[in-house]
């Protein structure tokens, strides 16, 4: 075989290695985003930002707790239909009762699917908001420790600092580097966790929080009020009751023997103190979520002061770098702790937010609680600092 010969044979052995290799990291590529992309995600693909309001309308029509409380409303509608005929036929009050009933708890349930739902897209949404601060944040100080670092090396090659300060400023910076990876790795597992909610791919979100008008806090004794009228435990209590009084009205036309009067008498009586503890329970319900509603709006005006006050520190901070008296990294210092403040605010938002959506379920006012946090949400953002 001539050299020529033997040339063109080894370029061509090569070539199908290189063919080889090509095919399998594409293969392996592709096995990698099969296995990365979560069982059942819709292929809806999202590439630009969402606003709340649409991330509401998707989490509500995609995600598989809604689809299954729908599923779920369907069959008890049917099971609703049957019992209503059924009652018709046997004309038994009681049969046509329990129906009832029985529809209106599944229509709670749904109501209760569709708050929680709505809530939790909504506190995932926002969250993720603050988070890119708190990675902008966490990144900051990473690149500072960084400095620090390199800055402790240098005076110690000019002798005017010891190993100790070397290794000091070391343990800062793996420190700082471990809390931003930390950061990123919980960042990119909540928008999985939203995408599998909203059933979107790429999700992107928005840099800038969105703009919330805080409704403000209602009167206790109105709340108690509302949620006791809203309550279907207390109205199937009070019915308890109109039917145990109804009873022993006529136990009394009876010539009934001591004993079973005094059983109808007990049974008054036990109705009585089960509507009083069903009232009692709303109560105590309502003002312990109320007293949650004020520390989370307590909160947030703290969290705005500060904020308030780090902006006057910052701008004072900048005029005193222009006058030559603060460094470059004592700016970057006052940059960051502003940026740390404005999370603040963002996340005691967020959980005043829930806080009030949580309250108004509480008090039975959640018939449409996404209609009721699109109206609180302006479509203006916020902007950065």
């Known amino acids: 075989m001539s050299d020529r010969q033997k040339q063109q044979r080894s370029l061509r052995a090569s070539t199908r290695v290189w063919v080889a290799g090509v095919l399998l990291v594409f293969g392996v590529g592709a096995y990698v985003a099969a296995v990365a992309r979560p069982a059942g995600a819709a292929q809806t693909t999202q590439a630009s930002p969402l606003s709340l309001p649409q991330v ?79 990675l902008k944040v966490a990144q900051a100080q990473r690149d500072a420790a960084e400095q620090a670092y390199k800055l402790a090396q240098a005076r110690q090659a000019a002798k005017t600092a010891g190993p100790f300060d070397v290794l000091n400023a070391e343990a800062s910076l793996r420190s700082a580097e471990a809390n931003l990876a930390k950061l990123n790795d919980s960042y990119a597992e909540a928008v999985a966790a939203l995408q599998q909610l909203l059933g979107v ?27 006791q009228q809203n309550s279907e435990t207390v109205a199937s209590r009070r019915r308890s009751l109109d039917l145990a009084q109804l009873q022993h009205q006529q136990d009394l036309l009876e010539d009934l023997a001591p004993l079973d009067r005094q059983a109808s008498e007990n049974n008054l009586n036990l109705a009585q103190l089960n509507y009083d503890k069903a009232l009692a329970d709303i109560a105590a319900s309502v003002t312990s979520a109320y007293h949650a509603l004020v520390q989370s709006q307590n909160s947030l005006q703290l969290a705005q002061q500060n904020y308030e006050i780090e902006q006057q520190k910052y701008a004072i901070t900048q005029q005193q770098a222009k006058a030559g008296i603060k460094t470059q990294s004592d700016l970057n210092t006052a940059q960051t702790t502003l940026w740390q403040r404005q999370a603040d605010v963002q996340s005691a938002t967020t959980s005043y937010l829930v806080n009030w959506l949580k309250f108004q379920q509480t008090i039975g006012m959640d018939q449409d609680l996404a209609g009721m946090l699109k109206g609180v949400v302006s479509n203006a953002a916020a902007g950065s600092k």
């Open 56 to 134: 509401i309308d998707l989490a509500l029509t995609n995600s598989l707790d809604m689809k299954i409380a729908n599923v779920t409303l369907d069959n008890a509608k049917v099971t609703y239909e049957k019992a209503k005929a059924n009652a018709l036929a046997s004309g038994t009050p009681y049969d046509q009762q329990s129906a009832e009933s029985n529809w209106q708890a599944a229509q709670r349930s749904f109501r209760t699917s569709q708050g929680t739902v709505t809530i939790n897209a909504a506190n995932q949404y926002l969250s993720l908001i603050t988070s890119q601060l708190n």
């Open 201 to 227: 791919n790429n999700l992107q979100i928005p840099e800038t929080y969105p703009v919330i008008k805080l409704p403000a806090l209602p009167k206790l004794e109105d709340a108690i009020a509302t949620a």
